[in-house]
């Protein structure tokens, strides 16, 4: 039996050829056959058709490469929710860029793992590179950690905080990513206090009232861009806020951070170069696929409590004579090369090709936002911040509103997401898709609507075929 072949060296490209080949295949035929933004029939009938085809994982004989890949490939595309399909607006759930899913499978072939130099030597310095470079567009001096994401960003934020204040009380406002409670938790710290967000932002005074009455330390967690509505905190007053008290600030920017790419955005994260730590998620506003997080520190030198040693991978004398260390860049040991998708696509598309995106994801919201005040059927909550708009019905419950989403879910036509605010349950839209068409949003409504009128009668279990209908009753 012969070896299977290796996707690195200079006979991976090879080998690679015709395996994209099938793969790609794979892809538009199971995009085609899913037909729309998600397939039909909800948890059991996607289940027993990815059942159905993979059948035997780990057979006595394998099928060879060409066979596992369609198949599997084929039942992952079908069954997948596709953020590239105009009308799958659930999550910060980006469509990644085709550059940047080339450069993650650079990546995959060459494995370089970044916990030591020898295993990863240009790895590791287009990594330094790309993580100063970011960092310097709040600081001048700043330098950033790759992560998994926001939450482990949050985690890092509140390990550092704790470090270097030996205790530390967290405050947070209402609205905060559930991560951050998380993180209390796991590093043993005092149960977060959380001040009110009733606008959904930071209530100024409350945060005022409550640091007066905190014995320093505290850090103070403040957020740009919430999951629930995208909304972004007032930063400089919060910060004046810190400063006064003498608290330290982390910001969550997982979603808000890229308005830093665009001029037109950018003064809505005015203040944050006065936070001590930023997380930035670049698989949400920054079109990469996951994971692409990173946590931005004003003060390299505050990153010193994660030096660690493991002799095998940078031993003293090693580090002595000049060989990079790495272990002090992150809590993970093994860590794929995310930097690599992260900086192809800085490079191959620069600031401005980042600000047209940003751009047109924001604008598409605020078209989907008019687009529902001039439609008396439908109420929105407030112009988005960002790219997230909430809606609902007008005069629908609690209970429509839900069962209008899992309707929509249920018949594969379009994936909603859903947030509380103001005491009601809304259906959010998120759009981080640049290349949706005003016929997109409309069409996006009208089911909504359609989803509405027969929300007293449960989805059928076989869905009717999927089809996008007619844009009548929005309003063109």
């Known amino acids: 039996m012969h070896s299977p072949p290796l996707a690195g060296g200079t006979a991976g490209p090879a080998a690679l050829r015709p395996l994209l080949d099938v793969v790609l295949d794979a892809l538009d035929h199971g995009a085609k056959t899913r037909g729309g933004p998600l397939p039909a029939g909800g948890p059991q009938a996607v289940a027993e058709r990815v059942h159905h085809a993979a059948r035997a994982i780990l057979p006595t004989h394998g099928t060879g490469a060409e066979e596992a890949l369609t198949t599997l490939v084929r039942a992952l595309a079908e069954g997948a929710a596709d953020p590239a399909e105009p009308l799958c607006a659930a999550h910060l759930h980006t469509p990644p860029l085709a550059v940047a899913a080339a450069a993650d499978l650079a990546a995959s072939a060459l494995n370089p793992s970044l916990d030591s130099w020898d295993q990863a030597p240009a790895a590791s310095a287009l990594e330094a590179l790309l993580t100063r470079a970011v960092a310097q567009e709040i600081w001048p001096h700043g330098d950033a950690l790759i992560t998994t994401g926001g939450t482990e960003s949050n985690q890092l934020a509140l390990l550092l905080a704790r470090e270097h204040h030996d205790r530390v009380q967290i405050v947070c406002g209402a609205h905060t990513h559930h991560s951050v409670q998380r993180a209390a938790w796991l590093l043993g710290l005092p149960r977060p206090v959380v001040v009110p967000a009733p606008t959904g932002t930071t209530d ?6 409550t640091l007066s009455a905190l014995r320093p330390p505290a850090l103070v967690v403040a957020t740009a861009g919430t999951t629930d509505a995208g909304a972004i905190d007032d930063l400089p007053a919060i910060a004046g806020l810190c400063a006064r008290h003498h608290a330290r600030l982390h910001v969550d920017a997982a979603y808000g951070g890229p308005l830093l790419f665009s001029e037109r955005h950018r ?21 990469q696929p996951v994971a692409a997080g990173l946590l931005a520190v004003a003060d390299p030198g505050h990153l010193a409590p994660l030096a660690h040693t493991a002799d095998y991978l940078n031993a003293d004398d090693d580090t002595h004579h000049g060989l990079p260390d790495l272990l002090g860049r992150s809590l993970r040991t093994t ?4 930097a690599l998708k992260i900086a192809v696509t800085l490079r191959a598309l620069g600031r401005d ?11 598409h919201a605020a078209d989907l936002a008019q687009l529902i005040e001039q439609q008396p059927q439908l109420e929105l909550h407030r112009r988005p911040a960002i790219s997230t708009v909430l809606f609902r019905p007008r005069h629908a419950t609690d209970a429509t509103v839900a069962h209008i989403r899992r309707t929509l ?14 005491g009601r349950l809304w259906l959010k839209a998120t759009l981080l898709n640049p290349h949706l068409t005003p016929d997109d949003l409309r069409t996006l409504l009208t089911l909504t609507l359609e989803a509405a009128s027969t929300s007293s009668t449960p989805p059928p279990s076989t869905p009717p075929p999927i089809t996008r209908p007619p844009t009548e009753g929005v309003p063109q």
């Open 204 to 209: 100024l005074m409350a945060l005022d009232h």
């Open 267 to 287: 003064p809505k994260l005015a203040g944050l170069h006065h936070a001590d730590t930023v997380t930035l998620d670049l698989h949400k506003l920054g079109w």
């Open 335 to 338: 860590r794929r090369p995310d």
């Open 353 to 363: 090709g980042l600000a047209h995106l940003v751009d047109r994801v924001c604008a």
């Open 409 to 422: 879910l249920t018949h594969g036509t379009a994936v909603l997401g859903r947030a509380h605010a103001d």
